[in-house]
């Protein structure tokens, strides 16, 4: 089992819809900042200043799906919990659990691929480094 993280959300005003629920997209947003958070806090650089592999360019997503329990709306507190639920060879996949206080509200997972560019410029699934597993476990 990896590394779990929190990042704490505030629900604001402008992230309800019309029906003062939480707009969908939201979560997806809450849970790509969480999963940049996750690697800050196990004590990885940022993507740009990873030396190897050569051309490091990051994690880009590959996959998501996001399964709703609860609605959220203004002024929840929220917090996404995430870890990483499996490392492939070249890709991994992040958990990110929702909660307001002891009730989950959703439950998302996201494929994402470590990557270079290529010599024509195009994105190339490498390797997960074995510092950054090492920093997560």
Same mark, same amino acid.
């Given at each position: 089992?990896?590394?779990?993280? !929190?990042?704490?959300? %505030?629900? %604001?005003? /402008?992230?309800?819809?019309?029906? =003062? #629920?939480? &707009?969908?997209?939201? *979560?997806?947003?809450?849970?790509?900042?969480?999963?940049?958070?996750?690697?800050?806090?196990? /004590?990885?650089?940022?993507?740009? %200043? #990873?030396?190897?592999?050569? /051309?490091?360019? =990051?994690?880009?997503?590959?996959?998501?799906?996001?399964? *709703?329990?609860?609605?959220?709306?203004?002024?929840d507190v929220l917090q996404v919990h995430t870890d990483v639920e499996i490392? @492939?060879?070249? !890709? *991994? #996949? %992040?958990?990110?659990?929702?909660?307001? =206080?002891?009730?989950?509200?959703?439950?998302?997972?996201?494929? @994402?691929? &470590?990557?270079?560019?290529?010599?024509?410029?195009?994105?190339?699934?490498?390797? !997960?480094?074995?510092? #950054?597993?090492?920093?997560?476990n």
């Amino acid at each position: 089992m990896t590394k779990t993280t !929190v990042l704490t959300v %505030q629900v %604001q005003f /402008g992230d309800c819809d019309p029906a =003062g #629920i939480v &707009f969908f997209p939201n *979560f997806a947003r809450w849970m790509d900042a969480a999963s940049h958070h996750y690697f800050r806090e196990c /004590g990885v650089p940022s993507w740009s %200043q #990873i030396d190897e592999p050569a /051309g490091f360019v =990051g994690a880009p997503l590959v996959e998501t799906r996001i399964h *709703f329990f609860k609605p959220a709306t203004y002024p929840d507190v929220l917090q996404v919990h995430t870890d990483v639920e499996i490392w @492939r060879a070249k !890709v *991994f #996949i %992040q958990r990110h659990r929702v909660v307001r =206080g002891a009730t989950l509200v959703c439950e998302g997972h996201e494929t @994402r691929a &470590f990557c270079t560019r290529d010599a024509k410029g195009h994105l190339k699934a490498v390797p !997960v480094p074995e510092m #950054i597993r090492a920093l997560c476990n």
